[in-house]
C-alpha cells in the first residue's frame, strides 16, 4: 500500500504524485473523505485517477491511498432485488446513512453481512473439486443460488457445512486451507471464465411479434435498440426485462431526463413478473444511475452489471442483460476523456470508444460454464441507444452497430402515428435468423422461416408500391397490387402493432405469432386465387372474415386461430358462388 498526494484536480479526474508500484485500475482513496477512485492512467510517478464520488471541496496536496486491489463487485446471495448505484452502493442503505444528498467516503456493504442464508451442502469431505463446481445452494426468493467454487480455486474438501451462514462465513474448507464463503469478490473489468462459448442457436423468447418472428435475439446474444426520445426504448426494455424467458434480470438505468431514474427507482420494485406473479424485482438487480451522480460512477455501471449477470450466467442460468441508455454510458466515457486532455475522436468521444463497446458486448454469451458437469448459462446484452436528434449517424449509434447481432431500429415517425413497438421493419435486421432458423423449425413450424421471409418481402414491396400510389394515385394500381396494400395493412396493424399494456396482447406465445401469420398469408393467397377465377377486389375488401383477423390479438387460444383460415376459405367460396 503506497500512499501519494493530489496535484492535480479536474472534476472527476484527480492527479496524484508518489503511488509508485501502483497498478492500472486500482482502487484509490482519494483526499480526507477517502473518496473512492480508480486509476486510470500510469505515467511513472504520476497516477491520473477517476473519482466516483463528488469531487467539490477536495484540494490539492491532500493525500491519496492506494489499496492494492481493483475495482470489484461482491457476488453472492442478497444481490436480487437489490439497487445499487454504479459501483455496487445499495442505494436504500445510502439514503439511509446520509440522506437525499449522497455523503462521501460511505461505502454500506454490498450484500447484507449480518443476514444469515440457509446454506445446503450438494458436495462432500474428500471430494475433489475446481473452480467453477457447485458445492451447494440456497435458496434465493425462488431462484436455486448456485455456491461455487471461485474462480482458480481447486483442491479437496476438507470440511463442509450445512446450516445457517452470513456471506462471508465459510461454508467449505478445502485441504489446502482455502476457506470457501457464499460470497465472492470479482473485478468488474474482468470477464468471468468459463469453458466454452456456444453457437447463438437458441431463440430468446420474448413474447413481441416483431422481435420473435421478424427480427430474433439469440440466447447469448446482442441486441441494440436505437430510437429518439420517446419512441419506445424504456417501454421495450422494461417488456424484455418482463416477458423474456430468462431466470435473472440485471437491469442498468441511467437516466436521461432528471427525474426518470427516481421513476424507475419507484415503479421498478411495483411490477409484477406475468409469469409467477410475484414481484418482478425478486429476479432482478437493478444499478440506478440518477443525473445527480458523478460521471465515473455510471462509466463503471456497466461492469458492475455485466459481472453480476455473468455470476448467475455461471450458475447455469439464462440472464438479460437491459442497458438504458448507453448513450449516457459514452457520454460519461466522453466526459472523462475531456478532462484526460486525450486526443478527441469522432464528435469528441475518445478513438478507444468502439473497443470499449465492443468489448462490453463481447461480455455476452451462452456458454458450457465453468466446472464439471454441463451446466449451460448465457448472457443476452440488450442496450438502448438513444441518439441525439434520432440521427442513427452518431457515434454511439454506429460503433454498436458493428457489435449487436440484432438491431432493432425505433422510428419516430412510427412512434408519432402511435404505431407501439415503433421498430421499423425495413432498417432493422437480425444476425442470427440463419443459426437460429433450425430452432424455429423444431420448435415451432417447420415452414417458419419462409413464412417470415414471405411476410418481409409483402412489407418491402408495400414501399416500392406506396411510391407509386404517392405518384399516379392507388387507382394505376393492378388488383394483385391493391391486394398486397391490404395484406401489408393487415401485417402493420394486426400483427406488428402490439401494446405493451394489454392483459392479453402484452405476451404473444411463438405458435400464436405463427399462426396469425399463416392466417394473414393464407388470406393473401385465396384472395389472390380468387381474383384470378374474376372475383372482384371489393368483394375481397368486405370479407367479414377481416373483422376477426383485426382481433386475433385479443384470443388467448393459439389454437383457435386455425379457424380462422377456414373462415376465410369460406368467406372465398361465398364469394366465388355468387360469380
Ligand atoms: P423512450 O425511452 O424511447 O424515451 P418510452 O419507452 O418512455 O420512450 O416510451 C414513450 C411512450 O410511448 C410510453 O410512455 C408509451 O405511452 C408509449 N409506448 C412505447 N412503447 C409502447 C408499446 N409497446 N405499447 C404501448 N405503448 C408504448
Ligand atoms: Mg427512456
Known sequence: MTEGVISRISGPVVTADGLRGSQMYEVVRVGKDELFGEIIRLDRNEAVIQVYEDTSGLRVGERVASTGSPYSVALGPGLLSSIYDGIQRPLPNLYEMSGDFISRGVFPPALDLSRGWEFHPSAVPGQKVAAGDVIGTVSEFYLEHRVMVPPSAAGTIKEIHEGSFTVSEPVCILDNGLEIPLMQIWPARKPRPFRKKLDPDTLLITGQRIFDTFFPVAKGGTAMIPGGFGTGKTVAEQTLAKWSDTQVVVYIGCGERGNEMTDVLYEFPELIDPRTGLPLIERTVLIANTSNMPVAAREASIYTGITIAEYYRDMGYDVALMADS??????????????????????????????????????????????????????????????????????????????????????????????????????????????????????????????????????????????????????????????????????????????????????????????????????????????????????????????????????????????????????????????
Request: glycine residues 8%; hydrophobic residues 40%; proline residues 4%.
Open 326 to 579: 448507453t448513450s449516457r454510458w459514452g457520454e460519461a466515457l466522453r466526459e472523462i476523456s475531456g478532462r484526460l486532455e486525450e486526443m478527441p475522436g469522432e464528435e469528441g468521444y475518445p478513438a478507444y470508444l468502439a473497443t470499449r463497446l465492443a468489448a462490453f458486448y463481447e461480455r455476452a454469451g451462452r456458454v458450457i460454464c465453468a466446472g464439471s458437469g454441463e451446466r449451460i448459462g448465457s448472457v443476452t446484452i440488450i442496450g438502448a441507444v438513444s441518439p441525439p436528434g434520432g440521427d442513427f449517424s452518431e457515434p454511439i449509434t454506429q460503433n454498436t452497430l458493428r457489435v449487436a447481432g440484432t438491431f432493432w431500429a425505433l422510428d419516430t415517425n412510427l412512434a408519432y402515428r402511435r404505431h407501439y413497438p415503433s421498430v421499423n421493419w425495413i432498417k432493422s435486421y437480425s444476425l442470427y435468423l440463419d443459426t437460429i432458423g433450425e430452432w424455429f423449425s423444431e420448435h415451432v413450424a417447420e415452414d417458419w422461416r419462409e413464412i417470415r421471409d414471405r411476410a418481409m418481402y409483402l412489407l418491402q414491396k408495400e414501399v416500392e408500391l406506396q411510391e407509386i400510389v404517392q405518384l399516379v394515385g392507388p387507382d394505376a394500381l393492378p388488383d394483385s397490387e391493391k391486394i398486397i396494400l391490404e395484406v401489408t395493412r393487415m401485417i402493420r396493424e394486426d400483427y406488428l402493432q402490439q401494446s405493451a399494456f394489454h392483459d392479453i396482447d402484452s405476451f404473444c406465445s411463438l405458435e400464436k405469432q405463427y399462426w396469425m401469420l399463416r392466417v394473414i398469408l393464407s388470406f393473401h393467397e385465396r384472395s389472390l386465387r380468387a381474383m384470378n377465377m374474376g372475383v372482384p377486389i371489393e368483394g375481397i375488401l368486405k370479407l367479414q372474415v377481416k373483422k376477426d383477423i383485426g382481433r386475433m390479438k385479443e384470443r388467448s387460444d393459439a389454437d383457435s386461430l386455425k379457424d380462422l383460415i377456414e373462415e376465410i376459405g369460406q368467406g372465398i367460396s361465398e364469394l366465388l358462388e355468387e360469380e
